[in-house]
């Protein structure tokens, strides 16, 4: 059993910053990478950024330049560090685990991130 707890969102303003944290636990040993999706409304579930336990990372274009994800491997905890913040950034934004990278196995409940003046 893998738990995956999000925190941190909120409602910002454009150009703010908000960090979200992904603590997990339970049979983590099954966790070789996590990562961060997000589901704005009316919009698929997209993949935000993935990292894996050695620190290799992956992000959409869209949040590439402005968004940093990192993993404290020691606290089984993923963070996700989100600069210059957009309204289109607005979504619920999901925390996952990985067993194979591409592919989430484990799923976190979701924090709102609200981006707007």
């Known amino acids: 059993q893998v738990q995956l707890v999000e925190s941190g969102g909120g409602l910002v303003q454009p150009g703010g910053s908000l960090r979200l944290s992904c603590a997990a636990s339970g049979s983590i040993g099954s966790i070789n990478a996590m990562g961060w999706y997000r589901q704005a409304p009316g919009k698929q579930r997209e993949l935000v950024a993935t990292i894996t336990r050695g620190g290799v990372a992956n992000y959409a274009d869209s949040v590439k330049d402005r968004f940093t994800i990192s993993i404290d491997n020691d606290k089984n905890t993923v963070y996700l560090q989100m600069n210059t913040l957009k309204p289109e950034d607005t979504a619920v934004y999901y925390c996952?685990?990985?067993?194979?990278?591409?592919?989430?196995?484990?799923w976190g409940q979701g924090t709102q991130v609200t981006v707007s003046s």
């Open positions: 996952s685990g990985h067993r194979w990278v591409p592919h989430p196995t484990y």
